[in-house]
């Protein structure tokens, strides 16, 4: 994992059985992306020591939902999402989701997500969040 990123708070209790989540620190981040990062373990395997396809899948619609609520300020779940698997995850590999939001409605987000292990493309995916007009939890 790299030296600057710190653990969050799972938004939750499904989130913080994934995680711990880990974000860049402030003076690490991109004001474009929003990044997003979790060390697969033993637990996250679908066998032969791979990452399980659940786990990806759920960690991009994590850190994409995230994305989209930290974008309106305010909770939002998800309407639609597309994944494309590229590579395997390995145990020990530090996933890192580069998030940017394309666009935001006033009901609707729009998000497309990379997956990353080091410079090892993993995944991409593109979905829709709605924005719920709801409080984030834990604020």
């Not at 939750?12 to 992306?33: C, M, N, Q």
């Not at 990806?56 to 994305?67: C, K, P, S």
Request: glycine letters at 10%; a positive charge; proline letters at 5%.
């Amino acid at each position: 994992m790299p030296p600057h990123f710190k653990p969050v708070k799972g938004q939750s209790i499904y989130s913080e059985h994934l995680g711990p989540i880990h974000v860049p620190d402030k003076a690490h981040r991109d004001k474009d992306f929003f990044q997003f990062g979790i060390t697969l373990e033993e637990r996250h395997t679908g066998g032969r020591g791979r990452g399980h396809g659940g786990v990806t899948m759920t960690f991009l619609d994590e850190a994409m939902g995230r994305a989209a609520s930290e974008t309106c300020q305010r909770m939002c779940v998800t309407l639609s999402m597309t994944t494309h698997f590229l590579a395997a995850t390995h145990i020990g590999d530090f996933i890192c989701a580069s998030v940017k939001v394309r666009r935001r409605g006033q009901n609707i987000v729009f998000v497309d997500a990379q997956l990353h292990a080091g410079e090892r493309l993993l995944a991409t995916a593109s979905g829709t969040w709605k924005n719920t007009r709801q409080p984030i939890p834990g604020r």
